[in-house]
């Protein structure tokens, strides 16, 4: 089983679909990878050499931010617009879209179920 970056690569399938599956990577940046490593794409990830899985995590970890520092880079700059209050800022901090779209209707995963109001009855 091949572990890069804190990741199990699914044994089934072929290494340029497998690195996918490591947060801040995509189809692109892996097929980079396997360029500069010189790894056969179609090579399934249970057939790979310690060899071959040493080259990717070196390059891996040398040229690319992923998975934790990717996470937390990104989590640094919310704050940072949070912490200086400008428009986007505002948005993450009241919990609604950031990028211009509709709130009216939808938005209803980033706003979360918005539940009425108890009404009570007067007494007479």
């Known amino acids: 089983m091949a ?24 189809h692109p940046s892996a097929q980079k990878i ?7 794409p179609n090579t399934r990830v249970r057939d790979m050499s310690p060899d071959d899985v040493a ?6 970890a040398n040229e690319y931010k992923v998975e934790g520092a990717l996470r937390s880079e990104v989590q640094m700059n919310i704050k940072r617009l949070m912490d200086i209050g400008c ?3 505002l948005r993450h901090r ?6 211009g779209q509709r709130t009216h209707t939808n938005a209803k995963t980033r706003r979360g179920n918005r539940r009425p109001a108890m009404v009570k009855k007067k007494k007479t």
Request: net charge positive; charged share 30%.
């Open 55 to 60: 080259k990717i995590r070196d390059v891996i």
């Open 3 to 26: 572990r890069i970056s804190g990741i199990d690569l699914p044994r089934d399938k072929r290494i340029e679909v497998a690195l996918t599956y490591i947060t801040g990577l995509g």
């Open 34 to 40: 396997l360029q500069t490593t010189g790894i056969d």
């Open 87 to 89: 428009y986007r800022g």
């Open 94 to 99: 009241r919990n609604l879209p950031a990028r």
